[in-house]
Protein backbone atom coordinates (compact mmCIF):
# COMPACT_ATOMS: atom_id res chain seq x y z
CA UNK A 1 0.00 0.00 0.00
CA UNK A 2 1.53 3.35 -0.98
CA UNK A 3 1.74 6.00 1.63
CA UNK A 4 -0.98 7.85 -0.13
CA UNK A 5 -3.58 5.13 0.12
CA UNK A 6 -2.65 4.34 3.60
CA UNK A 7 -5.50 5.73 5.99
CA UNK A 8 -4.94 8.34 8.35
CA UNK A 9 -4.67 7.23 12.21
CA UNK A 10 -4.08 9.46 14.96
CA UNK A 11 -3.19 8.65 18.26
CA UNK A 12 -2.38 10.94 21.31
CA UNK A 13 0.30 10.99 24.00
CA UNK A 14 -0.71 12.35 27.27
CA UNK A 15 3.09 12.65 29.33
CA UNK A 16 1.37 13.09 32.82
CA UNK A 17 4.89 11.57 34.69
CA UNK A 18 5.52 15.26 36.14
CA UNK A 19 5.11 16.14 39.84
CA UNK A 20 4.02 19.61 39.07
CA UNK A 21 6.02 21.31 41.82
CA UNK A 22 4.50 25.08 40.98
CA UNK A 23 1.06 23.61 42.69
CA UNK A 24 2.80 22.77 45.71
CA UNK A 25 3.56 19.59 47.42
CA UNK A 26 1.06 16.57 47.20
CA UNK A 27 0.07 13.99 44.18
CA UNK A 28 1.62 14.52 41.01
CA UNK A 29 -0.23 17.99 39.17
CA UNK A 30 -2.32 15.04 36.79
CA UNK A 31 -3.81 13.58 39.74
CA UNK A 32 -5.04 16.79 41.26
CA UNK A 33 -8.89 16.81 41.12
CA UNK A 34 -10.90 19.07 39.08
CA UNK A 35 -14.78 19.23 39.84
CA UNK A 36 -14.44 15.65 42.08
CA UNK A 37 -12.36 13.99 38.61
CA UNK A 38 -8.53 13.99 38.51
CA UNK A 39 -7.28 16.73 35.74
CA UNK A 40 -6.04 13.39 33.61
CA UNK A 41 -9.01 11.94 33.41
CA UNK A 42 -10.39 15.16 31.87
CA UNK A 43 -7.10 15.27 29.21
CA UNK A 44 -8.24 11.80 28.20
CA UNK A 45 -11.63 12.37 27.57
CA UNK A 46 -10.43 15.82 26.13
CA UNK A 47 -8.96 13.99 23.50
CA UNK A 48 -10.98 10.71 23.29
CA UNK A 49 -13.56 13.00 22.20
CA UNK A 50 -11.91 13.60 18.94
CA UNK A 51 -13.55 11.01 16.93
CA UNK A 52 -10.17 11.38 14.73
CA UNK A 53 -8.84 9.77 17.40
CA UNK A 54 -8.17 5.97 17.70
CA UNK A 55 -5.77 5.75 20.57
CA UNK A 56 -4.68 7.40 23.67
CA UNK A 57 -1.45 6.95 25.48
CA UNK A 58 -1.15 8.02 29.01
CA UNK A 59 2.91 7.97 30.24
CA UNK A 60 2.36 7.97 33.53
CA UNK A 61 5.30 7.83 36.13
CA UNK A 62 7.74 4.85 36.58
CA UNK A 63 6.73 4.14 39.74
CA UNK A 64 2.66 4.67 39.06
CA UNK A 65 1.30 2.88 35.90
CA UNK A 66 -0.94 0.46 38.19
CA UNK A 67 -2.46 3.58 40.08
CA UNK A 68 -3.05 5.26 36.98
CA UNK A 69 -4.06 2.22 35.05
CA UNK A 70 -7.03 2.01 37.92
CA UNK A 71 -7.63 5.67 37.87
CA UNK A 72 -8.79 5.27 34.33
CA UNK A 73 -10.28 1.83 34.66
CA UNK A 74 -12.85 3.77 37.12
CA UNK A 75 -14.05 6.73 35.27
CA UNK A 76 -16.13 6.36 32.20
CA UNK A 77 -14.16 6.57 28.93
CA UNK A 78 -15.39 6.79 24.99
CA UNK A 79 -15.50 2.59 24.43
CA UNK A 80 -14.60 3.24 20.88
CA UNK A 81 -11.09 5.07 22.07
CA UNK A 82 -8.39 2.31 23.06
CA UNK A 83 -6.07 3.92 26.15
CA UNK A 84 -2.66 2.66 26.51
CA UNK A 85 -0.62 3.37 30.27
CA UNK A 86 2.85 3.11 29.68
CA UNK A 87 5.95 4.29 32.34
CA UNK A 88 7.53 7.77 31.86
CA UNK A 89 11.07 8.69 31.98
CA UNK A 90 13.04 11.91 33.50
CA UNK A 91 12.26 14.11 31.46
CA UNK A 92 9.03 15.47 29.76
CA UNK A 93 11.03 14.59 26.18
CA UNK A 94 12.16 11.40 27.51
CA UNK A 95 8.21 10.51 28.49
CA UNK A 96 7.48 11.46 25.12
CA UNK A 97 9.55 9.30 23.60
CA UNK A 98 8.10 6.26 25.53
CA UNK A 99 4.68 7.51 24.61
CA UNK A 100 5.68 7.21 20.82
CA UNK A 101 7.31 3.84 21.11
CA UNK A 102 4.56 2.36 22.45
CA UNK A 103 2.19 3.23 19.04
CA UNK A 104 1.43 0.45 16.88
CA UNK A 105 2.83 0.44 13.10
CA UNK A 106 -0.72 2.12 11.97
CA UNK A 107 -0.65 4.84 13.77
CA UNK A 108 0.48 7.88 11.00
CA UNK A 109 -0.35 11.08 13.13
CA UNK A 110 0.12 11.97 16.73
CA UNK A 111 -1.05 14.25 19.28
CA UNK A 112 1.18 15.35 22.36
CA UNK A 113 -0.98 17.08 25.10
CA UNK A 114 -0.62 18.32 28.42
CA UNK A 115 -2.42 16.26 31.29
CA UNK A 116 -2.69 20.09 32.78
CA UNK A 117 -4.71 22.01 29.68
CA UNK A 118 -7.94 19.39 30.85
CA UNK A 119 -10.73 21.75 29.35
CA UNK A 120 -9.19 22.00 26.03
CA UNK A 121 -12.56 21.91 23.53
CA UNK A 122 -13.11 18.82 21.23
CA UNK A 123 -13.67 21.50 18.40
CA UNK A 124 -9.44 22.48 19.40
CA UNK A 125 -8.55 19.16 18.95
CA UNK A 126 -10.58 18.53 15.64
CA UNK A 127 -8.62 21.36 13.74
CA UNK A 128 -5.78 20.43 15.08
CA UNK A 129 -6.32 16.65 13.38
CA UNK A 130 -7.18 18.68 10.38
CA UNK A 131 -4.29 20.36 9.74
CA UNK A 132 -1.96 17.48 9.91
CA UNK A 133 -4.75 15.38 7.60
CA UNK A 134 -4.19 18.14 5.43
CA UNK A 135 -0.77 17.72 5.02
CA UNK A 136 1.11 20.33 7.38
CA UNK A 137 3.91 18.50 9.14
CA UNK A 138 3.45 20.26 12.68
CA UNK A 139 0.41 22.08 14.11
CA UNK A 140 0.13 24.06 17.09
CA UNK A 141 -3.09 25.57 18.40
CA UNK A 142 -2.38 29.28 19.56
CA UNK A 143 -3.91 32.51 20.96
CA UNK A 144 -2.89 36.32 20.23
CA UNK A 145 -1.21 37.66 23.23
CA UNK A 146 -3.48 40.02 25.63
CA UNK A 147 -0.41 41.78 27.44
CA UNK A 148 2.91 43.27 26.10
CA UNK A 149 5.67 41.26 26.08
CA UNK A 150 9.23 42.45 27.07
CA UNK A 151 12.50 41.20 27.08
CA UNK A 152 14.89 41.09 29.87
CA UNK A 153 18.30 40.72 31.31
CA UNK A 154 17.61 38.60 33.97
CA UNK A 155 19.03 39.30 37.63
CA UNK A 156 18.53 37.84 40.91
CA UNK A 157 14.73 36.75 42.06
CA UNK A 158 12.91 40.09 43.15
CA UNK A 159 15.48 42.80 41.69
CA UNK A 160 14.94 44.82 39.27
CA UNK A 161 15.31 44.05 35.86
CA UNK A 162 16.74 45.83 32.55
CA UNK A 163 14.54 45.98 29.36
CA UNK A 164 16.34 45.35 26.00
CA UNK A 165 13.63 45.21 23.72
CA UNK A 166 9.59 44.62 23.38
CA UNK A 167 8.79 41.88 20.68
CA UNK A 168 5.45 43.51 18.26
CA UNK A 169 2.75 41.80 19.82
CA UNK A 170 1.12 41.01 16.80
CA UNK A 171 3.62 39.01 15.30
CA UNK A 172 3.46 37.04 18.97
CA UNK A 173 1.53 33.99 19.85
CA UNK A 174 0.51 31.93 23.52
CA UNK A 175 1.16 28.05 22.30
CA UNK A 176 -1.06 25.39 23.60
CA UNK A 177 -1.90 21.52 23.24
CA UNK A 178 -2.17 19.35 21.91
CA UNK A 179 0.58 20.04 19.09
CA UNK A 180 0.04 17.40 15.94
CA UNK A 181 2.33 16.15 13.93
CA UNK A 182 3.14 13.73 11.21
CA UNK A 183 4.15 11.11 13.32
CA UNK A 184 7.67 10.15 11.16
CA UNK A 185 8.58 13.70 11.65
CA UNK A 186 8.26 14.29 15.05
CA UNK A 187 10.06 10.42 15.57
CA UNK A 188 12.87 12.46 13.43
CA UNK A 189 12.77 15.25 15.82
CA UNK A 190 13.33 13.30 18.83
CA UNK A 191 16.25 11.12 17.52
CA UNK A 192 17.96 14.00 16.24
CA UNK A 193 17.62 16.84 18.76
CA UNK A 194 19.45 16.60 21.66
CA UNK A 195 18.14 18.62 23.96
CA UNK A 196 20.21 19.56 27.53
CA UNK A 197 19.19 19.55 31.08
CA UNK A 198 14.97 18.96 31.58
CA UNK A 199 15.01 17.98 28.11
CA UNK A 200 12.55 19.55 25.33
CA UNK A 201 9.18 21.13 26.74
CA UNK A 202 8.04 21.62 23.27
CA UNK A 203 7.67 19.56 21.29
CA UNK A 204 6.94 22.16 18.06
CA UNK A 205 10.32 23.60 19.05
CA UNK A 206 11.89 20.73 18.48
CA UNK A 207 10.57 19.78 14.89
CA UNK A 208 11.54 23.64 13.99
CA UNK A 209 14.67 22.82 14.54
CA UNK A 210 15.00 20.20 11.98
CA UNK A 211 14.28 23.01 9.78
CA UNK A 212 10.41 22.07 9.18
CA UNK A 213 7.74 24.73 9.28
CA UNK A 214 5.56 24.44 12.04
CA UNK A 215 1.87 26.32 11.52
CA UNK A 216 -0.57 27.53 14.07
CA UNK A 217 -4.42 27.13 14.25
CA UNK A 218 -6.27 29.10 16.36
CA UNK A 219 -6.26 28.20 19.81
CA UNK A 220 -8.84 28.14 22.15
CA UNK A 221 -9.01 30.20 26.00
CA UNK A 222 -10.20 27.23 27.78
CA UNK A 223 -7.26 25.39 26.87
CA UNK A 224 -5.41 26.88 29.78
CA UNK A 225 -2.57 25.01 31.20
CA UNK A 226 -3.47 24.73 35.24
CA UNK A 227 -0.10 25.44 36.86
CA UNK A 228 -0.54 27.25 39.75
CA UNK A 229 -3.60 27.43 42.39
CA UNK A 230 -5.02 30.71 41.04
CA UNK A 231 -5.30 28.62 37.48
CA UNK A 232 -6.96 25.75 39.38
CA UNK A 233 -10.22 28.12 40.81
CA UNK A 234 -10.79 29.30 37.01
CA UNK A 235 -10.92 25.76 35.71
CA UNK A 236 -13.01 25.06 38.11
CA UNK A 237 -15.25 27.91 37.24
CA UNK A 238 -15.16 26.79 33.55
CA UNK A 239 -16.17 23.55 34.58
CA UNK A 240 -19.31 24.76 36.70
CA UNK A 241 -20.17 26.50 33.60
CA UNK A 242 -19.95 23.72 31.43
CA UNK A 243 -21.65 21.38 33.70
CA UNK A 244 -24.40 23.73 34.27
CA UNK A 245 -25.27 24.58 30.53
CA UNK A 246 -23.73 21.25 29.04
CA UNK A 247 -24.68 18.07 30.78
CA UNK A 248 -20.82 17.49 30.58
Known sequence: MSDESRPHRTAAVIPAAGRGVRLGPGAPKALRTLGGTPMLIHAVRAMARSRAVALVVVVAP??????VRRLLDEHALPERTEILVVPGGETRQESVRAGLDALPADITAVLIHDAARPLVPVDTVDSVVEAVRDGAPAVVPALPLADTVKEVEPGRPGEPEPVVATPVRARLRAVQTPQGFDLATLRL???????????ATDDAGMVEQLGVT????????????????????????????RRATDAY
Open 189 to 199: AHEKIAVDGEG
Open 214 to 241: VVVVPGHEEAFKVTRPLDLVLAEAVLAR
Open 62 to 67: ADGTTE
